[in-house]
């Protein structure tokens, strides 16, 4: 049976045979649709990309507000539209390996303080004009000054200085950094014609795809670069179209109208359902991702870390995972770090449920009345579901909870970073360094739960220039503590990605470092003939 299946796959792929008669002769010989479509996706990977088609995703994740400009890209749809359109100096294979772009080639000095990027010649923008050491080093400069708002911004300011010579961009950072060429694998760091300093969101990168529809909040396209200088590996559809669909219902019906070929963040509480779906294949694993709830620490009630401690122990995060998550996850503590990372300190206990010991802080901390918490269906699948369900287990502890119900469009603009108490998300970071950076630091901008630390910013520096493991790692550990214990994160749960396809997508590659293959599967997958 397994040959004959074999066989008739790689027939598909060949274009001798149809879908549907083979799914026929499978579903004969007592075959499941799951894995008739598995083996189907392995022959087309077998037989090579095909060119052709439109390819069109439905994605969470799109406001109005949305801009060109990665230096503010925040959510997915701009990010994974980035990813048609830009191309990276470097970036992540799924294996988590360095993977060498627009820089061919990355060197240090010896104490990690010197950089070199050399430069790959025949790199092209879609103006025509060929990407220059000039232009990266640009790039890199926009995302270093404050004016920009750069999401990069909070590591990027450990660079001292940038210097472009022949094809070469020489960095030299403030402290040494072993992880710096991680850090620029940043998806703001698209490299744009002189950096984007005369036209931030000219949207002119030298990605596989150039943008031919721009509707922020509702739809965005581009059609394959001709000379695109990696068109054997990415840029197989002759189009590319991301529609704004922000309600999880509207995506799975589009998935499964065939309005679309891909969604992401399909809410685990449906995943059972889609499964069931003729053509529909789920694709879910583990990574960084984590969803939070995030108080600022210096705005009043939660600038007192006695009410910040009982919220972060009124919560059920066992519940959470099994009614939110459904099993899709693992437990969060408090801190942005798990196993996906090197260095993981995973000797630090467990935070529990404790409505004894959190009424005991909320008490302590001298506040009285209810704590305003807003949420969104944007903020993660389920997050208004988790909201209500955290609303009741602060009950448990005698805190009262007013949940307030938000629209998704401006939610990311309005209510993120700028109200006290919201949940979110975060995908996670490539390296430790890049997720305290970012988030953490008293300089970031998205520095999104006021966390104002000097001390901890020492620390950050210090576990950036230290390059023996073991005691990096202490660093790491005491950082995660004072996050944990201090901090204005409470974080119940990290997730799975889990996003799903249609019957024709073929190319797929599980990625863990964001959903929809780390934002490349518009630009890597294809459709079958």
């Given at each position: ?207 596989p795809y150039k943008i031919t529809t721009n509707e922020p909040g509702v739809r965005h396209g581009g059609e ?53 779906l003729p053509g529909v294949t789920i694709r879910n694993h583990s990574g960084p991702g984590h969803y939070v ?237």
């Amino acid at each position: 049976m397994s040959n004959e299946l074999d066989f008739l796959s790689r027939r598909v792929a060949s274009g001798k045979l149809s879908r549907r008669d083979f799914l026929g002769r499978a579903a004969a010989l007592g075959v499941t649709a799951t894995f008739a479509n598995s083996l189907l996706s392995s022959a087309a990977r077998a037989a090579g990309p095909v060119k052709g088609g439109t390819l069109k995703a439905g994605l969470v994740g799109g406001e109005s507000t949305n801009s060109l400009d990665p230096a503010l890209f925040m959510t997915q749809v701009p990010t994974i539209f980035g990813k048609c359109w830009g191309e990276m100096i470097v970036e992540l294979s799924p294996e988590g390996k360095l993977e060498n772009r627009i820089a061919e080639e990355i060197g240090s000095s010896d104490d990690a303080k010197v950089w070199t990027l050399k430069i790959r010649d025949g790199v092209e923008f879609h103006n025509g004009k060929t990407v220059t050491a000039e232009d990266v080093a640009a790039t890199l400069e926009r995302h270093s000054d404050e004016k920009s708002k750069s999401g990069a911004l909070g590591y990027m300011k450990g660079i001292e200085s940038i210097k472009a010579s022949g094809k070469d961009v020489v960095l030299t950072l403030k402290e040494a950094n072993a992880d710096l060429p991680y850090l620029l694998s940043d998806y703001h760091l698209i490299v744009q014609p002189n950096g984007g300093k005369d036209q931030a969101d000219a949207g002119i990168g030298a990605g596989p795809y150039k943008i031919t529809t721009n509707e922020p909040g509702v739809r965005h396209g581009g059609e394959r670069f001709a000379n695109y200088w990696q068109g054997d590996k990415m840029g197989h559809a002759d189009q590319v179209e991301i529609i704004v669909i922000n309600d999880a219902t509207a995506r799975t019906s589009a998935l499964q109208g065939g309005q679309v070929n891909m969604i992401n963040r399909v809410e685990p509480k449906i995943v059972d359902l889609i499964k069931r779906l003729p053509g529909v294949t789920i694709r879910n694993h583990s990574g960084p991702g984590h969803y939070v709830f995030i108080m600022h620490c210096n705005t009043a009630p939660f600038d007192n870390n006695d009410l910040r401690m009982a919220l972060k122990l009124a919560m059920d995060r066992e519940e959470m995972l099994d009614k939110i998550l459904r099993g899709y996850g693992s437990l969060g503590n408090d801190f942005p770090i798990n196993a996906s990372y090197p260095l993981f300190p995973d000797d630090i206990e467990q935070r529990k449920f404790d409505p004894d010991k959190a009424a005991f802080h909320y008490k302590k901390s001298g506040h009285s009345g209810s704590v305003l918490l807003r949420t969104s269906d944007v903020a993660f699948p389920g997050a208004v579901d988790a909201a209500q369900l955290y609303q009741q287990s602060c009950a448990k502890a005698g805190i009262t909870i007013e949940v307030k119900r938000e629209p998704g469009d401006g939610y990311w603009s309005e209510v993120w970073n700028k109200q006290p108490f919201s949940t979110s998300y975060w995908g996670g970071r490539s390296t430790q360094d890049q997720m305290y950076s970012t988030a953490y630091i008293s300089s970031a901008d998205w520095n999104d739960t006021r966390f104002l630390r000097p001390d901890f910013d020492k620390m950050v520096l210090a576990a950036r220039a230290e390059l023996d493991e073991a005691k990096r790692k202490a660093i790491y550990r005491d950082m995660a503590m004072i996050v944990r214990d201090e901090g204005g994160l409470i974080l119940p749960m990290f997730n799975q990605f889990i996003d799903a396809t249609g019957a024709k997508v073929a190319g797929w590659v599980d990625d863990p470092h964001q959903e929809l293959m780390n934002g490349y599967a518009l630009a890597k997958c294809w459709l079958e003939a």
